[in-house]
Nanobody, 125 residues
Framework: QVQLVESGGGLVQAGVSLKLSCAAS????????MGWFRQVPGREREFVAAITWNSDNTYYADSVKGRFTISRDNAKNMMYLQMNSLKPEDTAVYYCAAQYFNGGSLLYIRSYDYWGQGTQVTVSS
């Protein structure tokens, strides 16, 4: 079993930066692939960014491309999401996810095996 714990969320003003962290534990070795998703009440959870185990490949939703950067530190079992130039529409609960067994596209919720509990990000205008 893998445990994922997000941190770093908060209430910020538009235009500032915030960095989310995701701590993974429970299984030895680096998690093959990981991703960030976000969800607003009443809407479906949506893809934000994903990264492969060696960081060779990263993927971003069009809405965050150029503003957000995903990274990971396998030695620390950590994943990060640096969010710059935040906008009110970035307000959501942000979830980290890990793909171990599922070989599907990292852009889809169904491709992930484990999820964290989420951290709230609120961006005021």
């Amino acid at each position: 079993q893998v445990q994922l714990v997000e941190s770093g969320g908060g209430l910020v003003q538009a235009g500032v930066s915030l960095k989310l962290s995701c701590a993974a534990s429970g299984r030895p070795g680096a998690i093959p692939s990981m991703g960030w998703f976000r969800q607003v009440p009443g809407r479906e959870r949506e893809f934000v960014a994903a990264i492969t185990w060696n960081s060779d490949n990263t993927y971003y939703a069009d809405s965050v491309k150029g503003r957000f950067t995903i990274s990971r530190d396998n030695a620390k079992n950590m994943m990060y999401l640096q969010m710059n130039s935040l906008k009110p529409e970035d307000t959501a609960v942000y979830y980290c996810a890990a793909q171990y067994f599922n070989g599907g596209s990292l852009l889809y919720i169904r491709s992930y095996d484990y999820w964290g509990q989420g951290t709230q990000v609120t961006v005021s205008s």
